[in-house]
């Protein structure tokens, strides 16, 4: 059995969805059931007997889009663990493509971001240059970056609290660094904090690292170890939008992609492409009266 729920246009969505029965359909999957849920009646459930993920993915997107989606081959369970990727997934910015604005870099650095956000460049060596093109930069411009640059994705305060008063773990997993990471999990409500640390003496950048890296196979790794500790009956959610997140989206009972790059989407069980984060406590069915305030 597959469930897919999905969020897009209202006024074209019944023409969308017999678009999508009609190419399910034709690959021997017919629709079994669709209608809109009880709780979050914006949000459209199909279920479907049998089918392929990806191609029933494929083809809610091209009826659908632009929508939030998850599909799922079994029941849709407000998730015990939420792992996330902070830049251009918790908050709008890449934090070092910021603070290497202050080092009159941001473009160059930025260049390097992209391409390994995309997969066309191995992260490690890429984080190492980039890092490396920062050495001398003020301590100070840290605090500043934080203070003038640095903003919440929307909703995201209200999906992290909400999941916490749920009694989910929620863990904010980051190529990034703990400079950002850490004030960003008090604001937004995380519990749990995993990234790099930026080297420093005397006042300034030194342009390493201290610390082991944070990768793709450590936030998998993290998302795997917090699953040992919550025993065989819990489910994960992770989230990112890189393809240094496609690890551990692939690795979660659901992986969601945010406004992602295309190797990330495709890896995941669905997306947000349409509304904002508090479009996922809609696709888990959570009543919008138990949502945290925003």
């Known amino acids: 059995m597959l ?4 969020i897009a246009d209202p006024a074209t969505l ?5 678009t999508a029965s009609a190419a399910l359909d034709a690959k021997g999957w017919p629709v079994a059931e669709a209608a809109m849920l009880d ?6 459930e199909i279920s479907l007997a049998e089918g392929d993920p990806a ?5 809610l997107s ?4 632009p929508s939030d ?3 799922s081959a079994g029941p849709i369970e407000v998730p015990h663990l939420f792992v996330s990727d902070m830049d ?5 910015q890449e934090c070092i493509d910021e603070l290497a604005d202050f080092a009159g870099l941001k473009a160059r650095i930025a260049a390097i971001t992209e391409r390994a956000m995309q997969g066309e460049l191995d992260f490690e060596s890429a984080l190492k240059e980039r890092v490396g093109l920062l050495k001398d930069l003020p301590e100070s411009a840290i605090a500043q970056c934080l203070a003038e640059r640095i903003t919440p994705m929307p909703g995201a305060r209200i999906l992290v609290e909400t999941l916490n008063a749920r009694g989910c773990h929620t863990v904010l997993v980051t190529g990034g660094f703990h400079s950002f990471a850490d004030p960003v999990a008090e604001v937004l409500g995380f519990s749990r904090v ?4 930026l080297g420093v003496a005397n006042g300034r950048l030194t342009g390493d690292l201290a610390a082991a890296i944070v990768d793709s196979s450590v936030k998998k790794k993290t998302l795997k170890g917090e699953m040992e500790r919550l025993g065989p009956n819990a489910r994960s959610l992770a989230m990112g939008d890189g393809a240094n997140d496609i690890p551990m989206i692939e690795a979660a009972d659901y992986g969601i992609s945010y406004y992602a790059k295309p190797k990330a989407r495709a890896a995941s069980d669905g997306w947000i492409e349409r509304g904002d984060l508090t479009s996922v406590l809609k696709l888990f069915d959570i009543p919008r009266s138990e949502w945290a305030k925003g």
């Open 88 to 92: 251009s997934t918790m908050i709008g």
């Open 194 to 197: 995993v990234g790099n640390v």
């Open 62 to 65: 091209d009826a659908f889009a």
């Open 14 to 18: 019944e023409s969308a969805l017999d």
């Open 55 to 59: 191609v029933v993915r494929q083809i």
């Open 69 to 71: 989606l998850l599909v």
């Open 39 to 44: 709780f979050c009646g914006d949000v459209l």
């Open 3 to 6: 469930i897919a729920r999905l």
